[in-house]
Nanobody, 122 residues
Framework: QVRLVQSGGGSVEAGGSLRLSCVAS????????MGWFRQAPGKEREGVAN????????SYSNSVKGRFTISRDGAKNTVHLQMNNLKPEDTGMYYC???????????????WSQGTQVTVSS
């Protein structure tokens, strides 16, 4: 089992920045692939960014590319999401996720954090 505990988030004005962090514990061998999702009210959950172990690969949704940066610290079993130039459309509940392999990740076999709210006002 893997436990994911995230921190950060909050409210900010458009153009501002926030940083999310997520610490994994338990069987961290099952966190080869980690990333962030978000869900706005009335919308489906969408992938924001993901990263492989050792930061060998990163991927971003088109809506956040160039504004958000995902990173991870293997020694601390932590993944971060630095969010810059935030827009009102970035508002939503943000979740950290982890998977044992990329195949699991792609198939939706993931561990999830509790989520944290990000609100961007115009």
């Amino acid at each position: 089992q893997v436990r994911l505990v995230q921190s950060g988030g909050g409210s900010v004005e458009a153009g501002g920045s926030l940083r999310l962090s997520c610490v994994a514990s338990g069987n961290t061998a099952n966190t080869f692939w980690m990333g962030w999702f978000r869900q706005a009210p009335g919308k489906e959950r969408e992938g924001v960014a993901n990263i492989a172990s050792g930061s060998s690969h990163t991927s971003y949704s088109n809506s956040v590319k160039g504004r958000f940066t995902i990173s991870r610290d293997g020694a601390k079993n932590t993944v971060h999401l630095q969010m810059n130039n935030l827009k009102p459309e970035d508002t939503g509940m943000y979740y950290c996720a982890a998977a044992r392999t990329f195949v699991d990740w792609s198939r939706g076999v993931r561990y999830w954090s509790q989520g944290t709210q990000v609100t961007v006002s115009s």
